[in-house]
């Protein structure tokens, strides 16, 4: 008995009893010795977990323990996602017309533009797919975050390295007036063309390089820290902790649209002075000083992501206390018992062969999980297709400016988007769905979406009528015999490379610029406008129509409005909208929720990062490359200079409108059969999860605490 009472000895942070076994210092408790006790107290300003504490380096200070929370961590998550969001997508959504028009951009280059993000954020997400296993987590997300502040910085760089931009400011000695005595050869020279295309082709270039370091560095903060959050919270509380972290994305697109078309109201030469009103056609805002303090704010916020460690303090315990609802098939890996978890445990060193032969095909043998990954990637089309050019579509359809467009989405995006995805957190949170039932709900909300898009895209407002383009000069829409120049202007020899267009107001036509309208004089109003007499073109076609012309008769420098209930049409337009984005982004969180649970707990990171794959090579990718198109065949003139094709200048908008119908309804209605068909072959478990043993958790515990895939 003697010899079970020895003192226990203190060496090197660890006591020791005589009997060889050992008692942490680093945790309070009590070991049984043959029936004796060796307690051994926690040292005043030692850590409990050293590796698990919070700080930098070898620097972790008691004070900035109360950060090592998955609270706070949800809070930097949060904020850099919404940073990241506000970049990607709000801000380049709000001010792509303008980076078509202030780079002459065409809309293929900038659907490929806002493609790039996706295309780079797939080639990263095949690397930390098989080496994101063994990486520390939060500070590859960290370094990515460093990685978007680059890319938008280079984003940013055309503003400044290219001139002052004049294209439509009107000076003193260029009122844009028809003028029978300039002699100015309005031809380009070889060199003046090559000069334009290398010029643009610059401009694209440095936008497509920006855009792939965005791509690289996004990949880390919406993949490993999903995954890094399921590992430290309940199952229940991740459905709820998701839907804050995907909200905090909606919210900052719906920031980035808001924001961005507030800054568009500014002239976008910082210093210089206009007589042009963000309204004017010619405008063109600041879209550049949004990215640069997006970009400093992430930068801030990667420094405390870096501080966290691989793992957080009683993860082992949430895991442990975790349930599968696995698709329940014999020959899918991981959905049968754990005793062969030693096996599935080597995933952090598998083969790349084994890799993909052995674990993506388990995948590929669960039916519910395909159809979840098609069901949110055809939504993805949608989102980030029309989610981005949501905008351009306000603008172009109802004739709005390109800030107020921005600002009008934005508020929609903000509402319906955010509200969606806190729905969708607390639809399952509240009412504990299972997998089979939220595909139910998401199924019944993908045919309510379906029913709203058939009937939103026939709100059409009609084309302004640009002559020239739209109908003669005479006021036929005979357009066989259409163009640009007519014998009204042909004298005047009015440049096409500037487009000012002004509105008769009597007729509803609008006219490329003033010369083209062969207005001779104009003047200011009281309200600063500037008013255009003597235009013949307009004089002509009133003479061969028979209209009067009221008295003090004039045209107006700016572009027309459409007559035809417009505002009550854009109006309904956002509602509907409005509603259907609460369905879409309710759909996309319960559908996060369904993936973890219809798939074993040993494939969820695995899981999680194929279906972003697939989600951004059938979905992200492709649809703003759709969209692009959409407007490229709407398009009935685009503005050219030199011989090179750039922005589009008018649509058709009956044109427009059907191709957005067309797209979206086959896009929904492909994804309600996906959602359909996977609710149909969903097979819940066979065994009561209620009832399985002690040994069957802990086995399952150590199963996953080993194969922490981070996708």
Known sequence: MGDAKEKCEVSSGVSLNGNGVSCSVEETEEVALNGVSCSVKEKEGEAEDTHLRYGFCGWRPSWLQSLNTPIWLLVFMSSANALRSILVSGLLGSVVTTLEKRFDITSTQSSWIISTYDISALSMLLLVSYVGSKAHRPRWTAVGMLSIALGTIIFTLPHFITGEYKGYVVSDNDTGLCDLHDETDRNCSDGEEETMFLTANKFFAIFILGRLFLGLGAVPLYTLCVTYLDDIVSKETFSLYIGFFYGADVFGVSVGYMFGGYLLTFWGEAGKDTDLSYSDAGWVGAWWPGFIICALFMFLVAIPMAGYARDMPGAANVR??????????????????????????????????????????????????ICLTLFVSFNWIILNGFGTLGPKYVQVQFGQSAAFS??????????????????????????????????????????????????????????????????????????????????????????????????????????????????????????GQTQLYNCTCIQRKYELQNITAPDNWHASSNQCRSSDGCTEKMVVWLAVMFL????????????????????????????????????????????????????????????????????????????????????????????????????????????????????????????????????
């Not at 005793?339 to 032969?357: A, C, I, M, Q």
């Open 406 to 527: 921005a600002i009008l989405f934005g508020s929609v995006a903000v509402a319906g988007g955010v509200s969606g995805t806190v729905l969708g957190g607390l639809l399952v949170k509240k009412r504990q769905l299972t997998c089979h039932a939220i595909m139910k709900w998401e199924a019944a909300f993908s045919l309510v979406i379906f029913l709203l898009i058939s009937g939103v895209f026939w709100l059409i407002c009609d084309s302004i009528q640009l002559a020239g383009v739209h109908q003669s000069y005479e006021g036929f829409n005979d357009l066989s015999s259409i163009s640009m120049s007519d014998s009204c202007n042909a004298q005047c020899r009015c440049d096409t490379s500037s487009f000012t267009p002004i509105c008769d107001t009597q007729t509803d036509t609008q006219y490329f610029s003033p010369c083209h309208a062969g207005c001779m004089n104009s003047k200011l109003d009281d309200l």
């Open 580 to 711: 259907a984005m609460i369905l879409l982004f309710a759909c996309n969180t319960m559908n996060i929720s369904a993936t973890v649970r219809c798939i074993a707990p040993s494939q969820t990171s695995l899981a999680i990062g194929a279906q972003l794959i697939v989600m951004q090579l059938l979905g992200k990718v492709p649809g703003p490359i759709m969209f692009g198109q959409a407007y490229r065949a709407a398009c009935q003139y685009s503005h050219t200079m030199c011989g090179d094709v750039g922005s589009c200048l008018a649509y058709d908008n009956n044109k427009i409108a059907m191709l957005m119908l067309a797209i979206c309804l086959s896009v929904m209605g492909s994804s309600l059969l996906s959602m359909l068909i996977g609710w149909k072959l969903y097979k819940p478990p066979r065994q009561n999860t209620d009832l399985r043993t002690k040994e069957t958790v802990e086995q399952q515990q150590q199963f996953m605490s080993k194969t922490e895939a981070t996708l």
């Open 320 to 369: 442990a206390s975790k349930q599968s609802e696995a698709y329940a098939a014999g020959d899918v890996e991981g959905a049968q018992d754990t005793s062969d978890s030693k096996e599935n445990s080597e995933l952090d060193h598998v083969g790349l062969k084994r890799f993909v032969t052995e674990y993506l095909y388990s995948l590929a043998k669960n039916p519910a999980y």
